[in-house]
């Protein structure tokens, strides 16, 4: 494997924030596998490693900002993206919103913190999110 994975593989994880970013599904997955398969036979650290981990999971799994703002940029309409998520436009617009901002402030803390590559979006590519929020 990967010297990313081995690393990966190797970090005590007590927390959701344990997990390095963009550190794939599949991995941590697996994790949590290793960790609920010595069931009776493991230990507290085994136990608070997997909540860590499924908590990371939800986490990811519930990023869906980041997939509409794809799926917007391809030339979905807001419509299709409600239909792909089971929920209303409006829902669909509210979650992009909430993603947006978390995004924003992301980037501000970052800036604010000096370092040299933010992640998130700043408030140019923010205020562009919201103009969208308005078109079909």
């Not at 593989?9 to 924030?17: E, F, G, K």
Request: aromatic share 6%; with cysteine; glycine share 6%.
């Amino acid at each position: 494997m990967t010297d990313a994975y081995n690393r990966f593989q190797a970090l005590d994880i007590r927390t959701p924030d344990d997990v390095p970013p963009a550190t794939p599904l599949e991995w941590q997955i697996e994790r949590i596998s290793i960790h609920e398969q010595r069931g009776l036979c493991g230990t507290a650290d085994d136990a608070l490693t997997v909540l860590a981990l499924r908590e990371s999971v939800r986490r990811e799994l519930e990023r869906t900002g980041l997939y509409i703002s794809d799926g917007r940029r391809m030339g979905a309409t807001w419509e299709q993206i409600a239909a792909a998520l089971d929920i209303t436009a409006d829902a669909a617009r509210e979650r992009m919103r909430s993603w947006a901002d978390g995004q924003e402030q992301l980037y501000r803390r970052d800036v604010a913190d000096g370092r040299a590559h933010p992640i998130g979006i700043d408030s140019e590519q923010h205020a562009s999110t919201l103009t969208d929020l308005t078109n079909t």
